[in-house]
């Protein structure tokens, strides 16, 4: 009886008085994790237990929030604000990051894509890379500057947004729209960039600082013919039109653009290797995503449809003209028995200056704790949150100091989503770094 008390007294006299806190790395991940297993699949796209989560943090640090649901009881966004210490008339830093995350097939996964499970050095979970770990990044970040009063010279904000994987509707946008007042800032730093190994160069590590975007151009193509008995084929088969028209544009060679981000990234990284990653942001890309065509349901093998169609991804370099490619496109079909239909379209998306004090810092303390390294401005071939503070003037980089490989960018939106733990635990310091180098480089 004694000896199974004991353990419990010892336990009372020093656990109570010298209890274990965990490190600022290890409270890191444990709010990962606990972040990672909140499901926030879009769609359906539910942020309010997520924004919650984060909230709840927050106040406990004493740090100010203000959730806004944009879908009452479903989708919500949270605003996190450490105010100016010191008065200033500059503008925020805001530190964005979207808390939904595309859906996760379990039977697809080695392991529960919701488990936030740690193994092999690395914690793998739908979101750890895209972009979770970002947001517990942005939360220590604040934390940090919290509890070490930092002085500040701007306020430091920190936008928690949902619906980013279904466009931006009831998050950042949402928050542009109807809270913009509150945001306002001179600098976002989102999602868009790692530490790449092996991706845009063969031999040096490159911390990738998006600053640009690709425009979105989804085109459907119908083809008209003449509908008939399969016994008996015929020339104007609107499946046989379709597919001659996609192959004449799929064949087409792409050309490399002139645009001045990649003139810079030739500067700063040398000659790119030639990857899909690599040869998607340095040209107009279409990737062809759907085909249908066929008469009854399901669709009857021995009846040549009169109308076929399919749909392409068509992604364009950030000043590219939608106009002029479709024009292209027209063309390289030549025939009017193809029409070209615009299904969506992103409006044009702008370009932030890699030439500002944020950049120089970011720059600056990467080469310091990685000396070898490269940093250089780049063009990214998806779409981000950042494009929509863009547009609004607001200079935005997508940035987590992490280095990573092909095979774990290649996870993202996979099935094997997950994120080197060391990298995680040293990119929040270096975070943290960057942002306490570009608000003390400031502080009179
Ligand atoms: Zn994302």
């Given at each position: ?27 890191a ?15 359906p ?37 450490l ?53 517990i ?8 500057l ?13 936008l928690?947004?949902?619906d ?36 845009l ?9 998006s ?22 084929p ?63 349901n ?17 992604r ?10 479709i ?19 992103s409006?044009?998306t702008?370009?932030?200056?890699s ?15 990685y000396?070898q ?25 997508g ?25 995680f ?18 502080v009179?």
């Open positions: 009886m004694m000896k199974r008390v004991l353990p419990c007294v010892i336990m009372l006299i020093y656990g109570s008085t010298l209890p274990a806190q965990p490190s600022f790395e290890e409270e991940l444990q709010y990962l994790r606990k972040y990672l297993r909140i499901d926030t699949s879009n769609p796209g539910h942020t309010l237990e997520s924004a919650r989560f984060l909230k709840s943090i927050l106040e406990r640090e004493g740090i100010a929030t203000t959730l806004y649901e944009s879908a009452p009881g479903s989708k919500a966004n949270l605003l996190a604000r105010s100016a210490t010191v008065a200033s008339d500059k503008k925020p830093l805001l530190l964005l990051h979207h808390m939904d995350v595309v859906p996760a097939d379990p039977a697809r996964w080695p392991l529960d894509p919701f488990g936030a499970i740690l193994r092999d050095g690395y914690l793998w979970g739908r979101g750890a890379m895209d972009m979770k770990a970002h947001g990044t942005h939360l220590m970040t604040l934390i940090r919290k509890r070490e009063n930092v002085p500040l010279d701007r306020d430091v904000l920190l928690a947004v949902a980013e994987e279904i466009g931006g509707g009831l998050g950042a946008a949402w928050m542009i729209e109807n809270h913009f007042s509150q945001l306002d800032p001179e600098y976002v730093l989102d999602e868009g960039g790692f530490g790449l190994q092996g991706l160069s063969t031999d040096k590590i490159v911390f990738a600082v600053v640009a975007e690709k425009r979105l151009l989804w085109l459907k193509l119908t083809a008209q013919g003449t509908a008939g008995h399969g016994s008996q015929i020339e104007d088969n609107a499946n046989q039109i379709l597919m001659a028209a996609l192959d004449r544009i799929l064949s087409r060679p792409g050309s490399v653009g002139d645009h001045p981000v990649l003139r810079e990234m030739s500067r700063r990284i040398g000659v790119l290797p030639d990857n899909k990653f690599t040869r998607a942001i340095r040209q107009n890309t279409i990737s062809l995503t759907t085909l249908s065509a066929g008469v009854g399901p669709p009857k093998i021995n009846v040549i449809p009169s109308v076929s169609s399919a749909t392409l991804d068509c364009l370099l950030p000043d590219e003209s939608p106009e002029e490619f024009q292209q496109t027209r063309s390289t079909i030549n025939d009017p028995r193809i029409e070209i239909e615009v299904v969506y379209q409006v044009s702008e370009s932030s200056s030439e500002t004090p944020l950049f120089r810092v970011i720059e600056a303390t990467l080469k310091k704790h000396p390294a490269v940093v250089s401005p780049v063009i990214i071939p998806y779409g981000t949150d950042s494009a929509q503070f863009r547009r609004r003037g607001v200079t935005a980089y940035m987590l100091p992490v280095i990573v490989t092909p095979d774990i960018i290649g996870s993202l939106h996979g099935d094997r989503e997950r994120i080197p733990l060391e990298g635990q040293r990119g929040i310091h270096i975070f943290y770094e960057i942002v306490l180098n570009f608000l003390e480089k400031e009179p």
